[in-house]
């Protein structure tokens, strides 16, 4: 069964510092998500991106984040300036096309802040 | 504006009992979606079930059923004899009914089945 796959699955990183997170999106899905989920809290959605552009973003989203998809395949969340507060879950999520289809999950980045 | 509500914040039951986990939903919007996803403690995002707000039928599939009332603004998920795999955090979600599929989601109900 097609899935979709992140790395990495734990990173831990200084405050400061920047981190990529990556997702590999099933291959014939057009749609392409970021979800985030502060420990023990709701899962917030973060970005969507469709056509190589951001469709949506939270206020969340801010200018430390970052998406793209450099190599068609590749779909990554980059933050600039990792903050304590960036620690969570990261969920890549994608879909074959608008108002079709489940949004499927990938298992997850855990980022840890120091 | 969007909401999801899940009241329950943890429930336990004994393996074997039907349990219900509320959802309740707030929308502007006439036509949107409704979710349900189940999160194990290895930390991924389970699909359940999606629902149109079209759609008011009940949908059954093995233990597991759901209840969407449009007038009351729910969406009950009923776990009928409860097992010991079922112990996770399940999340309602709610969606506009169009291209951006930016879900809400609720805060979670965490179900601790005991055998």
């Known amino acids: 069964e097609p899935e979709v796959t992140q790395t990495p699955s734990h990173q831990v990183t200084q405050m400061g510092q920047e981190v990529i997170l990556r997702c590999v999106p099933i291959?014939?899905?057009?749609?392409f998500y970021w979800y985030r989920q502060i420990l023990g809290q709701k899962v917030e959605f973060l970005v969507s991106?469709?056509?190589?552009?951001?469709?949506?973003k939270s206020e969340i989203f801010d200018d430390q984040f970052s998406v793209e998809r450099p190599d068609g395949s590749n779909f990554t969340l980059k933050i600039r300036s990792t903050k304590l507060e960036d620690s969570a879950m990261y969920f890549c999520?994608?879909?074959?096309?608008?108002?079709?289809?489940?949004?499927?999950f990938g298992e997850g980045s855990r980022l840890t802040v120091l | 504006a969007q909401k999801v509500t899940q009241a329950q914040t943890e429930i336990s039951v004994v393996e074997k009992e039907d349990v219900t986990l509320d959802c309740v939903y707030e929308t502007r919007d006439t036509t949107y979606y409704l979710f349900w996803y189940k999160q194990p403690p290895s930390g991924e995002l389970v699909f359940l079930i999606r629902r149109n707000s079209f759609d008011e039928q009940n949908e059954i599939s093995g233990r597991y059923s759901w209840n969407f009332q449009k007038s009351t603004s729910s969406f009950n998920f009923t776990i009928t004899a409860s097992q010991v795999v079922d112990s996770a955090v399940y999340f309602c979600a709610l969606s506009r009914m169009d291209s951006s599929y930016k879900l809400i989601f609720g805060s979670g109900t965490r179900l601790l089945v005991r055998p």
């Open positions: 999520a994608s879909r074959i096309g608008p108002n079709t289809g489940e949004l499927f």
């Open positions: 291959s014939n899905h057009l749609y």
């Open positions: 991106f469709y056509n190589n552009e951001i469709s949506e």
